[in-house]
């Protein structure tokens, strides 16, 4: 996995990189920008107003719900990340930490009619996404939606195909949701595919 340093090196490219790959239509990055468009939609379509991002990167999506008048909280852990996503919405509250190890306190305060996730919860184990998500659940407002937007596939064997197409590209140190694993966790939650590598999965309160 990469540390703060890693993700703080790759801020400036990250979303050129991001839109290379998606292009291309190959893993990891596949459908990334079909699928921001649908949590973009969804989230406004909602009237949505206190939004919270997880692992918000640069802000790609979030700045365009801001530009929209959506209220932005957010955590990631890198520094670097942070001050570009933060030039973009100065009025959001952005805070620094590990949500691997939880949300920081002051964002515990807070209930949320949408809550955010793109291409960042792969960094949990399977066992750490279920508490995690479970935890997110309680911050939502009744009839609030959490968006989980990642690499992620229908089934194991699913993501054994893209595997073995992905060759040396495939990140061993990652780990992808697998709908069909996790929904035993979660019976109401949803998913849908973007591409062979990407999918998203939505929970309603």
Not at 56 to 74: C, D, Q, R, V
Not at 77 to 98: H, N, R
Not at 182 to 196: A, L, N, Q, R, V
Request: proline letters at 2%.
């Amino acid at each position: 996995m990469l540390g703060s340093e890693g993700f703080d090196l790759w801020a400036d490219g990250y979303d050129k990189s991001v839109g290379l790959s998606d292009e291309d239509g190959t893993y990891p990055f596949a459908g990334y920008k079909n699928i921001l468009n649908a949590i973009f939609n969804r989230v406004l379509g909602s009237s949505a107003k206190n939004v919270l991002d997880i692992g918000f990167g640069t802000g790609t999506l979030t700045s365009k719900l801001y530009e929209n008048g959506a209220e932005i909280y957010g955590q990631d852990f890198s520094e670097k990340m942070i001050a570009a996503a933060q030039s973009k919405m100065p009025g959001a509250k952005l805070y620094q930490g590990d949500f691997s190890k939880g949300l920081v306190n002051p964002l515990k305060e807070n209930k949320y009619d949408a809550i955010i996730a793109t291409y960042s919860l792969h960094h949990l184990t399977d066992k750490e996404k279920v508490s995690f998500i479970g935890s997110l659940l309680s911050l939502l407002d009744d009839g609030g939606s959490i968006y989980i937007g990642d690499v992620a596939f229908l089934t194991r064997f699913e993501l054994e195909e893209c595997k073995k197409q992905a060759g040396n590209e495939w990140d061993d140190e990652e780990i992808y949701f697998v709908f069909d694993e996790i929904k035993k966790d979660f019976p109401k939650m949803k998913f849908e595919k973007f591409s062979d590598c990407a999918g998203l999965l939505s929970l309603q309160k």
